[in-house]
RNA sequence: GGAGGCGUGGCAGAGCGGUUGAAUGCACUGGUCUUGAAAACCAGCAAGGGUGAAAGCCCUUCAGAGGUUCGAAUCCUCUCGCCUCCGCCA
């Protein structure tokens, strides 16, 4: 959530911004609203004034016993009054709230611009370009010939989109969780959670899910739960309405979870395999930093993410997002891609940005400085990373003529494989 | 699912419907004292909004949302959370 006071003393500029994500955004209604909300606030001050004034006057006439029961008639007008502005009140901020919530956040100076994906910017590519001299299988074929995945049951259980890993698939998922999880817990100073996987409505508006991507999310029609599409999304509500003591920052937490995404809008895309699923397993690391060090803390996000590639032996690229691909909440991101070479395309497997205050807004999560002086932190997030992509181009990429496949030296130890055949 | 209890400032813990944003204690910050520290003593110590150059002034907030009342932390209703007992269950 933008501050509604910056958007007030310098309209045009954010909208210029913001102009650079989607070029649709106007701010004149919201402008708008808040004149017409704080001429609103003032009258009920004012009215709320008096009337405190009045009542305090009457306890003091009462503790001395010469009560006077005639101004009441006056002030029972004047609080049906105040009553009525109250609830315009009420409604008015609930609505100039809810077209807070649906503003992106603005991108960073830092970001190109550029309308689509197609403007991009590759960052840093760190491929190798490794040799495979056969025509190299898909993921799918691969996880079929070595019973890893049975996509036929999982859809049957499930329905499209949910994969059952098998045998040595499932230990090959479990073991990259693991790998990744402690690969970060022994570098870097992580503190890691086991989280729920369903949150209240109000901890995905905090991470920007909701209001606006309500039909990607999976949703329980009784308890009014959602599914979580991250673990971004618990570990950010961690800290909601907290004021953390600006000695404990940075905080850094790390969760692996399975995450839920219903993919609207995506239907007849990658419908096959596992570039694409409802259900999949993510490592997500999230920072809450203080505002000054935030830019510096993504550059190390991002380095730290694409070290587990390098141990995986994939190869990647890094990928600057331009102002119109850059995600909703997002200030600043880079993406990460791996190379499948059986599917031939570059693969999204980890996402990492910077929201500088956007989520810190919206869930409330501040930090008190040196001063004493109370403002909102900043949050980052990244994957480290998601899994069934990775699955994906490591088969292909670890692909041997005869059809087996060899594990990295560095997941050696947790699969207790050196091969799969 | 059934029965009951509780939810007040960073924590603990008062609070008769009327100057209660809220006693007191602890913690914290500054000061006095001390060679230094501790102790003692003094002072300060919530967040948000509006207005203002600033000091200040005004408003809101005692889990959350409504209601009663001239006036609510205090009374009523609902919701949420926590605890205890019973039932069910991994």
């Given at each position: 959530?933008i501050?509604?006071?910056?958007?007030?003393e310098q309209?045009?500029?954010?909208?210029?911004?913001?102009?650079?994500?989607?070029k649709?955004?106007?701010?004149d209604?919201?402008v708008?609203?808040?004149?017409?909300?704080?001429?609103?606030?003032?009258?009920?001050?004012?009215l709320?004034?008096e009337?405190?004034?009045?009542?305090?006057?009457?306890g003091?006439?009462?503790?001395?016993?010469?009560?006077?029961?005639s101004?009441?008639?006056?002030?029972?007008?004047?609080?049906?009054?105040i009553?009525?502005l109250?609830?315009e009140?009420?409604?008015?901020?609930k609505?100039l709230?809810d077209?807070?919530?649906?503003?992106?956040?603005i991108?960073?100076?830092?970001?190109?611009?550029?309308?689509?994906e197609k403007?991009?910017?590759?960052?840093?590519?760190?491929?190798?370009?490794?040799?495979?001299?056969?025509?190299?299988?898909?993921?799918?074929d691969?996880?079929?010939?070595?019973?890893?995945?049975?996509?036929?049951?999982?859809?049957?259980?499930?329905g499209?989109?949910?994969?059952?890993?098998?045998?040595?698939g499932a230990?090959?998922?479990?073991?990259?969780i693991?790998f990744?999880?402690?690969?970060?817990?022994?570098?870097?100073?992580?503190?890691?959670?086991?989280?729920?996987?369903?949150?209240?409505?109000?901890?995905?508006?905090?991470?920007?899910?909701?209001?606006?991507?309500y039909?990607?999310?999976?949703?329980?029609?009784?308890?009014?739960?959602?599914?979580i599409?991250t673990a971004?999304?618990?570990?950010t509500n961690i800290?909601?309405?907290?004021?953390?003591?600006?000695?404990?920052?940075p905080?850094y937490?790390?969760?692996?979870?399975a995450c839920?995404r219903?993919?609207?809008?995506?239907?007849g895309?990658?419908?096959?395999g596992?570039?694409?699923?409802?259900?999949?397993?993510?490592v997500e690391?999230?920072?809450?930093?203080?505002?000054?060090?935030?830019?510096?803390e993504l550059?190390?996000?991002?380095?730290?993410?694409t070290?587990?590639l390098?141990?995986?032996?994939?190869?990647?690229?890094?990928?600057?997002?331009?102002?119109?691909?850059?995600s909703?909440?997002?200030a600043?991101?880079?993406?990460?891609?791996?190379?499948?070479?059986?599917e031939?395309?570059?693969?999204?497997?980890s996402?990492?940005s910077?929201f500088?205050?956007?989520?810190?807004?919206?869930?409330?999560?501040?930090?008190?400085?040196?001063?004493?002086?109370?403002d909102?932190?900043?949050?980052?997030?990244g994957s480290?990373?998601?899994?069934?992509?990775i699955?994906?181009?490591?088969?292909?990429?670890?692909?041997?003529?005869?059809?087996?496949?060899?594990?990295?030296?560095?997941l050696?130890?947790y699969?207790?494989?050196?091969?799969?055949?």
């Amino acid at each position: 959530m933008i501050d509604i006071k910056n958007i007030r003393e310098q309209q045009s500029l954010i909208q210029d911004s913001l102009r650079k994500k989607d070029k649709s955004i106007s701010l004149d209604n919201i402008v708008e609203a808040d004149i017409n909300l704080r001429e609103l606030t003032k009258k009920l001050n004012d009215l709320q004034s008096e009337q405190n004034q009045q009542s305090k006057e009457i306890g003091i006439l009462k503790s001395q016993g010469k009560s006077d029961e005639s101004v009441f008639a006056k002030l029972k007008k004047l609080s049906n009054t105040i009553k009525d502005l109250e609830d315009e009140h009420r409604t008015k901020s609930k609505i100039l709230k809810d077209m807070l919530l649906e503003i992106p956040n603005i991108p960073h100076d830092s970001v190109p611009i550029g309308a689509s994906e197609k403007e991009n910017v590759i960052k840093k590519d760190c491929s190798k370009k490794k040799k495979i001299n056969f025509k190299p299988k898909s993921h799918i074929d691969i996880a079929q010939d070595l019973d890893l995945i049975d996509f036929e049951a999982g859809a049957k259980i499930s329905g499209a989109g949910f994969p059952l890993y098998k045998g040595n698939g499932a230990l090959l998922e479990r073991a990259l969780i693991n790998f990744m999880i402690d690969f970060h817990l022994k570098n870097y100073n992580y503190t890691e959670f086991f989280t729920p996987f369903l949150v209240k409505e109000k901890s995905a508006i905090t991470t920007g899910q909701l209001p606006k991507f309500y039909e990607d999310m999976y949703h329980t029609e009784k308890d009014k739960l959602y599914l979580i599409p991250t673990a971004e999304v618990p570990l950010t509500n961690i800290h909601q309405d907290d004021i953390l003591e600006v000695s404990d920052l940075p905080k850094y937490y790390l969760a692996n979870s399975a995450c839920f995404r219903r993919e609207a809008g995506s239907y007849g895309k990658d419908t096959k395999g596992l570039l694409r699923v409802h259900q999949f397993n993510k490592v997500e690391l999230v920072k809450f930093v203080h505002p000054t060090s935030s830019y510096d803390e993504l550059e190390s996000l991002a380095k730290q993410a694409t070290k587990i590639l390098d141990l995986l032996e994939l190869d990647y690229r890094i990928i600057e997002l331009c102002s119109g691909d850059l995600s909703f909440a997002a200030a600043k991101c880079y993406d990460l891609e791996v190379w499948a070479p059986g599917e031939e395309q570059w693969l999204e497997v980890s996402s990492c940005s910077n929201f500088e205050d956007f989520q810190s807004r919206r869930g409330n999560i501040r930090f008190r400085d040196d001063n004493g002086k109370v403002d909102y932190l900043h949050t980052l997030n990244g994957s480290g990373l998601a899994t069934p992509r990775i699955f994906a181009a490591l088969l292909e990429t670890h692909q041997n003529k005869d059809g087996s496949i060899t594990i990295p030296i560095a997941l050696q130890p947790y699969m207790g494989l050196s091969e799969i055949k």
